[in-house]
């Protein structure tokens, strides 16, 4: 028999001034400043495409974050690994994409485990630096679940790192952060990241 869930929605009022007719506009003019002519065929329509392109970077999807009573008194680390991550530096406007790997130990409620990564874009989704992101995350899930212990660590590639400036192709960025037994209990510590596979 399953139990009845208990969900509290997410949901992404549209951003205040929010105008993309004016980002279209405004692309073009960034565009033109920068020497590029926007008068053949193929780069005719590039501002709407870069000013709904970049709308959608910035848009993320309402949901339901459905939790679940442990009925079970389930108490070992739950993990999700390699969750994809797309976000936007918000020094240069640029991409930066990796994967997240969220965990936790359960009080006494569940999440249904594609929240998970609901959770990760519901943070991304915004001009971002990848140290807040990190912590974002794991704190949101510490005030939702009440858990005894949240663990979070991103793995990212930065464009603004490595298509200019000094051009570190291949570079990644690793940050983190823990909550609870899993900042304090070391052994606890050490199992969260040998199972996101990242050396601690």
């Known amino acids: 028999m399953q139990s009845s869930g208990t969900a509290l929605r997410v949901v992404h009022e549209p951003v205040p001034?929010?105008?993309?007719?004016?980002?279209?506009?405004?692309?073009g003019d960034f565009l033109r400043?920068?020497?590029?002519?926007l008068d053949s065929e193929s780069l005719r329509g590039t501002p709407g495409r870069m000013a709904r392109a970049y709308a959608e970077?910035?848009?993320?999807?309402?949901?339901?974050?459905?939790t679940f009573p442990n009925d079970e008194g389930y108490d070992e680390l739950v993990l999700a690994r390699d969750i994809p991550v797309r976000s936007?530096?918000?020094?240069?406007?640029?991409?930066?994409?990796?994967?997240?790997?969220?965990?936790?130990?359960?009080?006494?409620?569940?999440?249904?485990l594609s929240k998970?990564?609901?959770?990760?874009?519901?943070f991304a989704?915004?001009?971002?630096?990848?140290?807040?992101?990190t912590k974002q995350i794991a704190g949101w899930l510490g005030d939702q679940l009440s858990p005894k212990g949240v663990g979070v660590v991103i793995e990212a590639e930065h464009t603004?790192?490595?298509?200019?400036?000094?051009?570190?192709t291949g570079s990644s960025t690793v940050t983190s952060t823990l909550m609870g037994t899993?900042?304090?209990?070391?052994?606890?510590?050490?199992?969260?990241?040998s199972l996101t596979g990242v050396n601690a």
């Open 116 to 122: 998970l990564a609901r959770v990760v874009e519901h």
């Open 160 to 168: 603004c790192m490595t298509l200019r400036g000094v051009q570190a």
């Open 182 to 193: 899993l900042r304090e209990d070391a052994r606890s510590r050490q199992e969260f990241f």
């Open 57 to 66: 970077l910035f848009t993320p999807r309402s949901f339901d974050l459905t």
């Open 17 to 27: 001034g929010f105008d993309l007719a004016a980002a279209e506009t405004a692309a």
């Open 88 to 112: 936007v530096c918000e020094h240069h406007l640029l991409p930066f994409t990796g994967v997240a790997h969220v965990g936790y130990l359960p009080g006494e409620r569940i999440l249904g």
């Open 33 to 37: 400043a920068l020497g590029i002519s």
């Open 125 to 133: 989704c915004r001009p971002q630096v990848q140290e807040r992101l």
